[in-house]
């Protein structure tokens, strides 16, 4: 990356809106039980230790260019701790309360060998990437240029022309890091004088999961130069080296946390599948099917006869008992045995906590489809035996701090920060399941999942009603891998690797076929175009697997 472009604004605005204020959550974090190094305000990443800061000095708000408000502001870190070094500087959009942070960093020892090179040095000098430079506005952009064997962790922004001093940012040495790339596109700035736009990204480590080791500094990415690459080569996130996971919240700590942070689940007040337990579930009907076998057998109700272990292979699958009333008996769920399955894992190499709680419902009921001004709901298409879904709790190791939440949909989902959540009492979230398809929504309204510019999709409705599962007393923990072999015993149901439902092929064709007769005449699709903006399970549904099986019990939440 290299040259430097230079815009000058035509004017200033007459008013701007005020800098964002710091979020706090509604109420205070309680004591933490004691124990280990969760909490504690810093965390051990091996040879370097690091502290989160969250205070900042005002560099430069990006408020106006020619007339139109772009409202961003970059920030250098304040209050950094005696001893830690500064590892490069941070922006977010000023439509958000201030809730950022960058990690600042130190040597864990002083007693640096000859022949090992110190895990922080500063960079040579700085090469300017990009500035804007006139009589109302000036702002310059720098990436350090680090010594040979370390890697730059971020840019560094001035109002001056002057090239900023070398004591201003540490580099750290290579092997500490782990290759990052670009995640949200943050701002855009197009100049008259040039061809390249300038633009800012937020980055992520690019290997993320429970065994991933990536850790997110807070800096963020930028350029003037074409970038097609979502890797990126100029700075790196750090590596957590500390195989003990010292910051890992302990048991107590996991309890105190769902206790503390644990979600009001919100079922539709029309649903039909309510969730259930899965003991339940088992001792109240469901069978277990092999292949090749037409009659299924009875499950026992912690699972115990399930297959356990191996892969998905389609040997065995649990369907409902062929008894038509046990059969919608059991569709029906049972909400006041309803608990939520915790998973609690690392994210970001350890810097933060992910708890995943799962919802068990027996039974997922067909879609509504929403076309133009018309819902049609559909006889079967959409339905499935056996349904997981999940939402997220991300956990700051630094202080304990909830920082966000994921809330899958289907086969997706979305992050929403903790400042965009819905509370009900104290610092629990709510978590709204949508109507008979039980995806998880941070507020109350309709979702299309489809194309919603054309109106054409499925419906997704969220609302609040009599029907709730509390989360933080109504819960299982059924697994944490990082505390160590036999400290959480997983149940055996959870071992089960195959489907919780039979494949199911739906004639969805002729049903879009029917529905296409319906629409107005302006709306002007072929089959095959109409087929492309329902989502894919409405067309077949092989059995769903359990959590293990999710990409998410390893990996990190996609959306």
């Known amino acids: 990356m290299s040259g430097c472009n230079c815009l000058c604004w035509d004017c200033v605005p007459e008013f701007t809106d005020p800098d964002p204020l710091p979020f706090s959550l509604p109420s205070p974090l309680p004591q933490w039980p004691q124990g280990g190094g969760f909490a504690s ?34 920030y250098r870190p304040s209050e950094i701790p005696e001893g830690f070094s500064c590892l490069g500087h941070y922006c977010q959009s000023n439509d958000q309360p201030l809730r950022g942070y960058v990690l600042v960093a130190r040597e864990t020892s002083s007693d640096v060998s000859l022949l090992e090179s110190p895990a922080l040095e500063k960079p040579f000098n700085y090469s300017l990437i990009w500035s804007i430079d006139s009589h109302d506005e000036c702002v310059y952009f720098w990436l350090p240029n680090p010594p040979m064997g370390y890697k730059a962790m971020g840019i560094v922004v001035t109002s001056s022309p002057n090239e900023p001093e070398v004591e201003e940012v540490r580099c750290v040495r290579a092997d500490l890091t782990e290759t990052c790339e670009t995640s949200d596109l943050s701002l855009t700035v197009k100049s008259k004088y040039s061809k390249n736009t300038f633009q800012v990204w937020k980055t992520q480590p690019c290997d993320r999961g429970m ?59 029309d649903e039909n599948y309510l969730p259930s337990s899965v003991p339940w579930f088992f001792k109240n009907g469901a069978v277990l099917y092999a292949a090749g076998s037409k009659k299924g057998k009875a499950i026992d109700h912690q699972g115990s006869n399930l297959p356990s272990g191996g892969t998905n292979d389609g040997a065995f699958w649990i369907d409902l008992p062929t008894d038509e009333d046990a059969r919608n008996n059991l569709k029906k769920g049972n909400i006041e045995s309803a608990e939520l399955y915790v998973h609690v894992k690392p994210a970001l190499g350890g810097a933060f906590t992910d708890i995943v709680m799962w919802v068990f419902c027996p039974f997922n009921g067909p879609a509504t489809l929403k076309v133009a001004l018309m819902n049609i709901e559909m006889n079967k298409i959409g339905e499935h035996v056996g349904d997981w879904e999940h939402f997220t709790l991300r956990i700051s ?57 054309l109106g054409i999709g499925v419906r997704n409705d969220a609302a609040r009603s009599k029907f709730i599962v509390d989360s933080s007393i109504k819960y299982q923990v059924v697994a944490a891998e990082y505390l160590g072999d036999g400290v959480i015993t997983e149940p055996c149901w959870l071992q089960y690797m195959r489907e919780w439902g039979p494949t199911i092929v739906y004639d969805s064709r002729s049903e879009i076929e029917k529905i296409i007769d319906l629409l107005p005449l302006f709306v002007r699709f072929s089959v095959e175009n109409l087929f492309e903006l329902f989502p894919t399970e409405l067309y077949g549904e092989e059995g769903p697997t359990g959590p293990k099986e999710k990409d998410n019990w390893l990996g990190d939440e996609y959306c």
Request: glycine share 10%.
């Open 211 to 269: 065994l991933a080791r990536g850790v997110s500094v807070g800096t963020f990415f930028c350029g003037s130069t074409y970038f097609d690459s979502e890797q990126v080569v100029d700075i790196a996130c750090l590596k957590n080296l500390d195989s003990s996971l010292h910051s890992m919240p302990n048991q107590n700590q996991i309890h105190a946390l769902i206790q503390h942070y644990g979600p009001t689940v919100y079922f539709h007040p």
């Open 397 to 453: 190791n630094f202080t304990g701090e909830l920082w966000s939440a994921f809330f899958s949909q289907h086969s997706g989902g979305e992050w929403v920060n903790a400042f965009d959540l819905e509370f009900i009492k104290g610092n629990k979230p709510i978590v709204y399941s949508s109507k008979d398809g039980h995806a998880s929504f941070p507020h109350p309204g309709t979702y299309l999942q489809g194309s919603s510019k």
């Open 41 to 74: 305000g810093r965390i051990c990443l091996g040879e370097i230790e690091v502290v989160k800061v969250n205070k900042f000095e005002k560099v430069w708000r990006c408020t106006s260019l020619h007339g139109k408000s772009l409202g961003f502001t970059f």
